[in-house]
């Protein structure tokens, strides 16, 4: 089974910390990407990466960083953490020609951040 | 440009009746459709997906979902359900172009499930 684990479940940061999320996977897959979960709005692409050091923009990265320096870890950061990323993170994994939705797409349980 | 709309944020049923869970999309392609289910403190599953295929598609646990086309909906059924149902639904959109690939997701549907 893969698995893909986001290494706390829940976290209270202060405004202005530089808050990190760390997502691992065991599977060896190429790919890793960072959502973010709101009531009323589904999820949303913030970052992803295709290979060690390698990243892309999705469609919210502002506020966000992301960092890949080994395949089985992909780091979601916060550089000064504010209210408005109070929210659920999720983290998911797959092989690189696994596209979104195939079966080998696989998402972590999730962050709930608080950011107080 | 590609839009899901899930059409009830909440659907509450009792234990053992048929669910209908309602998505509506818009895209100017062909798109890819598919259901995600989340549990409490779990992360997103895949339920089912329609890439062109058939379009009546059958999943996990019981529950389908039919493409149609001239009424741009993918709607998710299940004849009886039960109470491990008891979950959020995401209906979400995917184009694919070359290398590049869009997705976009529906705002979710929360299941209650009533003994």
């Known amino acids: 089974d893969v698995k893909v684990t986001q290494s706390s479940r829940y976290l209270v940061k202060r405004t202005g910390e530089k808050v990190f999320l760390e997502c691992v996977q065991d599977m060896d897959h190429e790919n890793m990407f960072w959502y973010r979960q709101d009531p009323g709005l589904g999820l949303r692409l913030i970052y992803f990466s295709y290979d060690v050091k390698m990243k892309e923009k999705g469609d919210i990265p502002e506020g966000y960083s992301v960092s890949r320096e080994k395949k089985e870890r992909f780091s979601l950061i916060l550089e000064s953490a504010s209210t408005n990323q109070t929210s659920m993170y999720l983290c998911?994994?797959?092989?690189?020609?696994?596209?979104?939705?195939?079966?080998?797409?696989?998402f972590g349980s999730g962050t709930r951040l608080t950011v107080v | 440009a590609q839009s899901v709309t899930q059409l009830d944020s909440h659907v509450s049923v009792s234990e053992g009746t048929p669910v209908l869970l309602r998505c509506n999309y818009s895209s100017s392609y062909s798109p890819s459709l598919f259901w995600y289910v989340q549990h409490p403190n779990k992360g997103l599953q895949l339920l089912l997906k329609?890439?062109?295929?058939?379009?009546l598609v059958k999943g996990i646990n019981g529950f389908e979902a039919e493409f149609k086309k001239s009424e741009t909906s993918f709607h998710l059924t299940k004849p009886s359900a039960h109470m491990s149902d008891a979950a959020e639904y995401f209906c979400?959109?995917?184009?694919?172009?070359?290398?590049?690939?869009?997705?976009?997701f529906g705002t979710g549907t929360k299941l209650q499930v009533i003994p």
């Open positions: 329609y890439t062109s295929a058939a379009t």
């Open positions: 998911a994994s797959s092989l690189r020609d696994r596209v979104f939705g195939s079966y080998g797409y696989t």
């Open positions: 979400v959109v995917r184009r694919l172009s070359g290398g590049y690939q869009k997705v976009t």
